[in-house]
């Protein structure tokens, strides 16, 4: 796989490979994606080979603008105030970490929407995949640039160790800076906007413009990526706890984590002083890691290091990953949440 640089050249090259139904790496502000034309049934189903990914999981469209929109869903089934929401709601907040399911256009193939009568549709914020949607002169697919359930990548190299030789390029934007994948909201005519999955918009954002917005739980039908009980999951059996090691007693904290043969990796929410990573190896003998998943004390930080700290883990010689129990409050902490609580396949 070729790493390109996010110049012209690199973007003309890129494009080059997707004319040639060559899917490519692209960056996002949420995760990297495996992109290509989205009317290209042949490049489309390349990348559900590359990804190992199930036909029965749609793929997210993604825009260069807002102004394509109506290009792949139909709006004519909205009422006038329904409209106005809906265009409200996009120009607050795209370009940026929002998809919508919406009614779809007969333009967009079958391959991409799972034969569902709905699309989802983002724009990212990301100049990097916006030029070259731009370039190509056509929306693009772009699901995580990973094999099918494993921890997504936020950084172009990521994408290099799990698709290797599988993708023709990639290119390097840099890291990431939300870390967690879009939220995912599903708006149809004459019912109330749905929440199908939490991610990169905290739900309190969405609700300024939508009021109140119903929740899903993962079902047996699946209209939207990340719907899956089991995902974004390590090699590495993986549990969480819920409480967190400040909550522990001394004597808990060394039942659970002493007699441990083989490394651990502990995934605390923050040490900024180090007085967790002290307490551990004070009181358990074996050799447990504390790893803090925010650098500053914010859910911000703790998105942005999720999946790059579960990689991180996952390579080491750590033969379990323990998240401790972390705070539920507003923000970005549901999205957290949710990709945790799916990577661990719920494991207490």
């Known amino acids: 796989m070729r790493v390109l640089s996010p110049t012209p050249a690199g973007l003309r090259t890129a494009v080059g490979w997707l004319n040639a139904s060559q899917p490519v790496g ?5 995760v990297y994606g495996l992109a290509a034309p989205y009317d290209d049934v042949r490049a489309v189903a390349a990348v559900y080979e590359a990804k190992r990914r199930p036909h029965f999981d749609p793929l997210i469209v993604h825009l260069a603008s807002s102004s394509g929109l109506e290009a792949v869903a139909d709006l004519s ?24 399911v919406l009614p779809k256009r007969a333009v967009v193939p079958d391959l991409v929407t799972s034969g569902h009568a709905t699309v989802a549709v983002r724009c990212p914020d990301h100049a990097v995949a916006r030029g070259l949607i731009e370039l190509l002169g056509r929306p693009v697919v772009a699901p995580s640039a990973n094999v099918f359930g494993r921890v997504s990548p936020t950084a172009a190299s990521h994408v290099v160790d799990e698709l290797g030789d599988c993708v023709v390029g990639v290119l390097d934007g840099g890291p990431c800076p939300v870390g967690v994948e ?8 004459g019912a109330a906007p749905v929440l199908l999955r939490p991610g990169g918009l905290p ?12 929740t899903s739980m993962a079902g047996d039908r699946i209209i939207a990526p990340g719907q899956l009980a089991h995902h974004y999951a390590p090699a590495t059996a993986m549990v ?23 490394p651990v990796a502990l995934l605390v929410f923050a040490d ?25 004390g914010s859910w911000v930080s703790v998105a942005h290091r999720l999946f790059a700290t579960l990689r991180e883990a996952d390579a080491s010689d750590c033969t379990r990953i323990v998240v401790e129990g972390l705070p539920r409050d507003h923000g970005l902490a549901p999205a957290v949440h949710d990709r945790i609580t799916r990577a661990s396949r719920g494991r207490l």
């Open 272 to 296: 900024l002083d180090g007085a967790l990573a002290r307490r551990v190896a004070r009181r358990v003998a074996a050799d447990v890691r504390v790893v803090p998943l925010s650098l500053d």
């Open 240 to 262: 969480c706890w819920s409480e967190s090691v400040a909550e522990l007693s001394d004597a808990v904290l060394e039942e659970r984590l002493a007699g441990q043969r083989e």
């Open 26 to 30: 692209m960056p996002t502000e949420t």
């Open 203 to 214: 739900l309190e954002r969405l609700r300024e413009t939508l009021g109140e917005v119903a």
């Open 182 to 189: 879009s939220t995912i909201v599903q708006m149809l005519p």
């Open 77 to 100: 089934g909205f009422s006038d105030t329904e409209r106005r929401t809906l265009e409200v709601l996009v120009q607050d907040v795209w370009p940026g970490p929002l998809t919508l």
